[in-house]
């Protein structure tokens, strides 16, 4: 009789869902009503202890779901998919009860949103989770879409997951930041399902090659931004060309002030370039280096300034500033590390030595102003520190010859004392017998 | 009345005159064991010297220590010098002092009547230990900030008054700058008092008891202490002072980082290499033995062979090979052995 009853059981069940599929989408969601306040204790929950038995499929949800961030909040099962856990057959799965299955994609943000957009809710259980999610989603590319009835792109639970939802905080979460590249790669290095699209595939591997990637994925620096960190999350949509600086800047707030005032910022709006993304990159943005800057490959000037231009005089000009720096530092540190190597103390060498490190990072920061006076004033006063770490240490290694020479003059007066004493000693009668 | 007789008529000098020049030093087997007493002399007139120096631009505080140090070694004349002339003569002493002890333990120096010369001196390496751990600590600089640390919470592992002995030394619960002018004031003021009265006493005895006499083989010989012994001391201490100047200028003493208190303890913290045959051991014991703190147990064993070492002319006084002194040979090549044998392991293992 059992085997009826289970049967009957994954009947009714497998009925609820392809009713569920069945529905319509809406052309927009319809809100539904916010479920009841959790129970703090639920002694019963028919949901869970009927699927939990059913094996496959369906069992999948009700096996995971007590780690589920909303069970753990005290709902059930019933709050998204509706239902009476409380009774204890089929019946809890009645529409008349307001059982309505498994929901379709295009429901889910207006699902979501039932509590999620209401902050008399959410205030309940975070009093600072923002409420505009679902807002957001609607702005973004992937909301447009839905809106316009395409059901593939993602929704909430395609970057959450589902039976478990997850706290974002959680790593096991997929929109965890360092899950957050894998979850997006899901469908956008996913070729044969991008191809409607007919953009990109390749951003998922570009940004692991990157040094923002190496950061997050290699190091685990939750700094490090991620995919949302620049698309935004719930409104994930590209940076328009005109507000890329304003994206970087979340980090690189200096760099996108020097560029706004340099004359790049008007030429790349003119011609319609993406700002920092033409010189660094978008996803795959590697490690900046001096040779960036310059006239010819693989300086990224050169992708615009022809040789003979001003424009690659002036970026030749910025390059030999910072390589002059370079090696001025590079001297001074040789000297330097001469000396404390014979044991000097040259504390007072590494002062001077760190400010020139430093006026280097100021000097390649302003390369963004694209003013050859800045950059040549930050180098010039950096080779003047080095400058002066290496007379310390040019001094030092004078001093060691110097003690060196006073070694020598003072162990020869030595010998020749010793000598002096061991002849005397010599010339001494020997040994006599003892009293 | 000319000089030397008006000093004659005040100092009496010349029955110490007379003293000397008929004191003679015995030639044995081994004898150079008895240059050693005086190299340790020569190093601890050095340290008196250049510690003086270092007196006069050293401050004592936390928050000057390290950059008076610093000031020294750059911008005092022959600063430098100084403090690495001071730091290696430390070092030199602390193991001279010991080879004096072990070449008095194996010539047998110690039998009577020279048993209290023996204690006297044992007293005399103590304190030249504890001249070495509280020296250690003055230039407040990273290393020797937690190896004080370590090393005064080694002595509070002293069973019944370890943690009153820890507090008296830090001047509270921590190493901080009561440690520091703590440290200071024994370093520059009671050991030197202590080893001047010791030192003194000790000189005294040697000078009353002559040089030891081992048992050797042959007729009995000897020279003369002035002039023969004391020009070869003197070419010993010539060539002592050329080996500290050339180290001095060679390798000078690093000034090292200024402590920090809040930040972490760098690896592989040791203390200074003759403590580091006591720390080891620590290392290796057991945290429990027969129901006992291993450290506990490990200090206990350390102040009962400092113990052994004072008692060593009351347990072995028989001037023939004796079985007892056949063990006393033993113990000591033992002694020699593990303490280079452990400090070799402490410098191998991190």
Redesign the interface.
Known sequence: MRIFARLALVGLAVGAVWFAHARPIPAAPAPAATPAAPSPARPFDSCVDCHRNLGGRLAAPALRIADDIHVKRGFSCAACHGGDPRAAGLEAMDPKKGFVGKPKPAQLPTLCGNCHSKPEVMRRFNPNIPTDEVARFFTSVHGQKLLKGDTRVATCTSCHGVHPILAVSDSKSPVFPTNVPATCARCHADAQYMKPYGIATTQYAEYQASVHGEALLKRGSKQAPTCNDCHGNHGAAPPGVTSVANVCAQCHGSQRDLFVRSPHKAAYEAAGLPQCTVCHSNHKIVQPSDAMVGAAAPAVCAQCHAEGSKGAASARAIRTALEDLKTSMASAADVVARAENAGMDMTDAKLPLSDAQTQLILARNLVHSLSLREVQSAATEGVGLSQRAADFGRAALAEIAFRRRGLIFALAVLVILALGLYLKIRAMPGPSASS | MHLGGWLEDRLRWRAADAFLRHK?V??VRHGYVYYFGGITLFLFVVQVVTGLLLLMYYKPTAEAAHDSI?FI??KVQFG??VRSVHSWAANLMVFWVFAHMFGAFFVGAYRRPREVTWISGTLLLFITMTFGFTGYLLPWNTLAYFATKVGTEIVGAVPLVGHGLLVLLRGGEDVTEATLNRFFGIHVAILPLLTTMLLGFHLFLVQLHGMS?PESRG?????AFV??FV??E??IW??G??VL??LA????W??GERADPLAPAPAGIRPEWYFVFMFQTLKLIPPHVLGIEGERLGILAFMLAALVLLAVPLLEHDDRKTRARRIALALGIFAVLYMAGMTIVGYLVP
């Open positions: 003679a015995p030639i610093r070694t750059s430098w010098l006499r007729p009995a010989r000897s020279v002039p023969n020009l070869r003197a070419l010539v060539i002072l050329g100047a050339t200028v060679l390798l000078p690093p000034v």
